[in-house]
């Protein structure tokens, strides 16, 4: 006979009784990690200094978050690792030299205005970090466009300051770009490593390509945002990227300067900002991408992809909407 | 050769080698049996025997009542000690005949008919209905109902659902293996009823030598086809396993009649083929005692009405972990707060999970819309969008969303990274909202 005992202790609840070993966290950690290597070559060519604003954003963040959740008696979830995220990206978005007061304030609204304030993680509308670094680039447009020259060397604490390449681009041109860099192999290969002006960790590309083939791979993202988002931006950098000609401009050299690496698989991919259907991501990608080389090319900034995203994201619900998937059978009624 | 399959799924670990190459064995005669009125969906059967009364094996115990319902059959001989309420594995009470077993393994008359398939299509669905005979794949439709399509809804196909895709399970591949040629008789038997000439048999890929016995056994039948499967979950869901097989899409509420088919579940084949040829109702089933909790796994022939406990203690009893003791697979099935607990005709296996493997559920996360429940949704539904409507109580607008088109298989539930419990919020909507 089966165990009397152990019948009363039979734990009963509902079906499915098997569930993935995926957790929010364990994703959120991931994308963390995928992070690394461009946070280490922002370290490699800005300095100590850089490292310094990365970890100042991410405490700010995760206390800032702890605090709110604590003051509001709401449940704490910093160890879920996204506030650690929210930090972390919006230190790699930040010129290397900035004061210290800068991340604090980025941070804060990162997280307390953008996120909590909006119901926590899962129910903000902006990508935080985004809108962190818009306030800040807003509020501070000075000490957050003061570039400094990547020196290759951690011991360097005062580096020259200089203009991105997408500066020298929109102000200059290509030609002045390509008498900066030498030659354009020189120009790309420069751009791929990361030995350029920018945001702490947004220049090394090739840094970036491994954290994002790493995410793809794992299926933490998927390729629909990044690839029509960037595939967007390369045709009109293409077509429209040289002044006064068509199907002149560098689609290269716009895709691995600035931002759009950064952008388009770390933020544009954030789960809870863009929409959630396939179909739907991919228009995402492709406003994204637009609106970046639109601003790029047109607008007041030399940089557009952090205003691409974040005026995209307003679009998330409205496409989600939009592209509400087909049930099962609903496309061929009838058929046989 | 690229497999068959659906858009969507998942790919739960399949478990089967715990139970896959155990033959299936007798249990051995239980001292009682627990007949529960209600083994099928459908209208509850009428009570046809009294306490006091000597039944035999095969005697029916409960009438059907109305078109869509089963008669229940006595699985042993013996004398009728106890009319009752007593639990189903959902917990649901059902008024169930309580028979003790005299072991004398008495059968009321059984016939053997060599000739069966000459019936007409007409006698043998009498012989179905009589048999009792109901979908053995978990859900219990009574299977002459599916036999019976209206006259404007033709089928031309019949598909045996050897899918078998929750994890663990191994009933329907121990019967493919070890009784091929029933399998394809009975697959005839319906094809016959049915008045159709093309049948298929879904397996997934997993089980290869069930693929290969299989193909082997209808090498000489030109109207039945073996169609190899991609192991995912739910692979066995009637409108997946259409789609995926034979490519058509069963429209949204609509039946697999609507677009030709009947699906029929591998036990139901053989049960079909002995009652079709012996006259023998469906008294009896393959299921499989599996889960890391149990000591020795098994496939065990029971008898309709043996209760839980005694399989368990046929399987050696629990180890000492044992936590969770499951009616039918880990996507579906239901956890049991009691063993004593009948077999049922729609009981496909006992799964005993222990404590390490239990998910508890306390305490989820908000939805970070990461879109995977959307992207691995069978019926292509957003179960994200439905859960957060139900979670917030907008009951109404989860039917924007098509909330029953929903047949609850889990997956979502499943995959979720916040680990909400999208699948019971679904059913809650469901329950408070009007189609």
């Known amino acids: 006979m089966a165990d009397i005992k152990k019948e009363h202790q039979l734990i009963v609840s509902v079906s499915p009784h098997i569930k993935s070993e995926e957790t929010t966290s364990r994703i959120m950690w991931s994308v963390n990690a995928s992070l690394l290597p461009a946070v280490v070559m922002g370290a490699y060519f800005f300095g100590p200094r850089a490292v310094f604003t990365v970890a100042i954003s991410i405490i700010t963040a995760v206390l800032s978050e702890y605090i709110f959740q604590k003051a509001l008696k709401r449940k704490i979830a910093v160890n879920d690792g996204s506030a650690f995220l929210t930090g972390l990206l919006l230190g790699m978005n930040l010129p290397p030299s900035v004061p210290f007061y800068i991340p604090v304030i980025g941070s804060f609204v990162a997280v307390v205005i953008t996120k909590q304030l909006f119901g926590g993680l899962g129910f903000n509308v902006f990508n935080p970090a985004l809108i962190g670094r818009a306030f800040l680039l807003i509020s501070f447009p000075k000490l957050m466009t003061i570039w400094k020259e990547p020196t290759a060397a951690f011991v360097q604490l005062d580096a020259k300051t200089t203009a991105t390449p997408l500066g020298i681009l929109k102000e200059e041109g290509l030609s002045k770009l390509m008498e900066v860099f030498g030659d354009k192999i020189n120009l790309y290969t420069q751009l791929l490593v990361g030995h350029r002006a920018g945001s702490i960790g947004e220049t090394s590309s090739i840094a970036l390509l491994i954290g994002a083939a790493f995410l793809l791979y794992r299926g933490y993202i998927s390729w629909h945002i990044p690839v029509s988002f960037l595939g967007t931006a390369a045709i009109i950098a293409w077509i429209f990227g040289a002044k006064g000609t068509l199907f002149a401009g560098d689609p290269i050299v716009h895709l691995l300067s600035g931002g759009m690496l950064l952008g388009a698989f770390f933020m544009a991919t954030d789960y809870v900002t863009c929409p959630s259907v396939k179909k739907g991501q991919i228009l995402f990608g492709i406003g994204c991408g637009f609106l970046t080389m639109l601003i790029r090319l047109k607008g007041g900034y030399p940089e557009g992809v952090m205003f691409a995203i974040l005026i995209m994201n307003c679009f998330s619900p409205l496409i989600d909407r939009g592209f509400k998937t087909k049930v099962f059978g609903a496309r061929k009624e009838g058929n046989k | ?435």
Not at chain 2, 62 to 69: L, M
Not at chain 2, 205 to 210: E, F, L, M, S, V
Not at chain 2, 262 to 271: F, Q
Not at chain 2, 337 to 366: A, C, M, N, Q, R
Request: glycine share 10%.
């Open chain 2, 1 to 435: 050769m690229a497999t068959a399959t659906f858009k969507g799924g998942i790919h739960p670990p399949d478990k089967k080698e715990l139970s896959k190459d155990k033959n299936i064995l007798p249990t051995k005669p239980p001292k009682r049996v627990v007949i529960p009125l209600v083994q099928h969906i459908g209208a509850p059967c009428k009570l046809a025997v009294s306490v006091g009364q000597e039944v035999k094996k095969g005697d029916v115990v409960g009438t059907p009542e109305g078109f869509v319902s089963a008669p229940v059959h006595s699985s042993v001989s013996g004398k009728v000690i106890a009319i009752g309420d007593f639990p189903l594995a959902t917990g649901r009470m059902v008024t169930s005949v309580v028979i003790e077993n005299n072991n004398r393994e008495e059968w009321t008359s059984l016939k053997d008919n060599p000739d069966y398939i000459k019936l007409s299509p007409d006698e043998l669905k009498a012989k179905v209905r009589d048999a009792g005979i109901v979908g053995m794949g978990g859900a219990a439709f009574p299977a002459h109902v599916k036999l019976s399509p209206p006259k404007e809804k033709p089928v031309d196909v019949v598909i045996l659902n050897g899918a078998e895709c929750e994890p663990y399970l191994t009933a329907d591949y121990r019967l493919m293996i070890e009784r091929t040629q029933e399998v394809v008789e009975g697959l005839k038997i319906l094809m016959k009823i049915l008045g159709v000439n093309k049948g298929f048999i879904g397996i997934e890929n997993n089980k290869p030598d069930a693929i290969e016995i299989m193909k082997n056994a209808v090498s000489g039948e030109p109207n039945i086809q073996v169609c190899e499967l991609e192991v995912k979950y739910p692979q066995g869901a009637e409108k997946m396993l259409i789609k995926a097989t034979i490519g058509r899409e069963v429209p949204p509420r609509g039946l697999p009649m609507d677009v030709g088919v009947v699906v029929h579940n591998i036990g139901t084949a053989v049960a079909i083929y002995e009652a079709a040829r012996y006259g023998k109702p469906l008294i009896e089933r393959v299921v499989t005692v599996t889960g890391e909790g149990i000591k020795e796994p098994k496939n065990l022939m029971v008898k309709i009405g043996t209760l839980v406990s005694d399989l368990i203690e046929e399987c050696g009893g629990f180890k000492s972990d044992a936590a969770k003791v499951i009616s039918g697979g880990p996507m579906m099935g239901f956890a049991m707060y009691s063993l004593e607990v009948p077999v049922t005709k729609g009981t496909s296996g006992i799964l005993v999970l222990p404590e390490e493997d239990i998910v508890h559920t306390d305490g989820f996360g908000p939805c970070i819309r990461c879109g995977r429940c959307i992207d691995i949704c069978p019926m292509g539904l957003m179960p994200s969008m439905l859960s957060v409507l139900s979670e917030k109580g907008f009951y109404e607008e989860t039917k924007d969303y098509n909330l029953f088109d929903c047949f609850e298989c889990g997956s979502c539930t499943y995959v979720c990274p916040s680990k909400r419990p999208i699948v019971q919020l679904i059913r809650l909507a469901k329950s408070l909202v009007k189609p």
